[in-house]
């Protein structure tokens, strides 16, 4: 039977294999408080591995596995204790931090809507899959954080979600596509006249990417709003986490908006600086 310690070291490297952006902002926490940030990246990892990491099998399957996995988590949630490598620990963390249940329904709402939904033809309609897929992360992580007054941190955690998730839209662009999927909403790529499955940069496309990199990058500037409302130790985080997310921005510009022959990275020395950057501002 798996330990508690070998559960969070287990989503320790999850996090650290998939995540390495994110992973790398975890390091400007108490290390007492990085443990839990892991388990909630192991549980949104495993149901993303569900839905698009299990090779050439059925979709009917996947759905069948996305909803045991949830099934599973909830029963053990009510229990409170699992066996599972990775819900053991995100278990824990739940409970002690008492993160609302409901927020993770929500996240696996979304991630099911991967099985049949391939495009979003308004950027509401597309804030409507977010709202589950990564608003939702910043209202799982706020209790960790502990913000000195929850309301007004509320709205600022969620864009920061939306800012995270927009900018991987943005930087996976080819990835999504090769999945058949499209997160650029269709009514943005006509308006600017875009052919997205040539994936060629062209005019147009840059045009296009400016255009949804202004709008995440206000979602930035918004959640930058409920920084002050952290204590010192999560505002050095989510300081560190909001440098480098906005960084690959930064580089899809650098790289001229092409996003199709290779994958844009923020490089080390500027992840480390970020992290550093964090803990100094922070004090």
Known sequence: MVTLDES??????????????????TFALPAIKRPHVHALYGFCRYADDIVDDLGPVPVDVRVKALQDFGDRFFADLDAGQSDDPVLKAVVHTVRAFSIDPECFRRFLRSMAMDFTVFEYETYEDLQGYMDGSAAVIGEMMLPILEPTDMAKAFQPARDLGDAFQLTNFLRD???????????????DIRRFGVDIQACTVTPE???????????TRELYRS??????????????????????????LDEIERADYDVFSKRVRVPRRKKLAAVVSGVVTAR
């Open 8 to 25: 969070y070291q287990r989503c320790k490297e999850l996090n650290k294999r998939y995540g390495t952006t994110y992973y790398a902002s």
């Open 173 to 187: 662009v080819n990835e999504d596509l090769d999945r058949g999927r499209v997160y650029i909403p269709q009514v």
């Open 205 to 215: 496309w840059k045009a296009l990417m400016a255009f949804e990199i202004e709008r």
């Open 223 to 248: 959640a930058r709003a409920g920084i002050p409302y952290l204590p010192p130790s999560s505002q050095r985080c989510i300081r560190a986490a909001h440098r480098l997310y906005g960084g690959i």
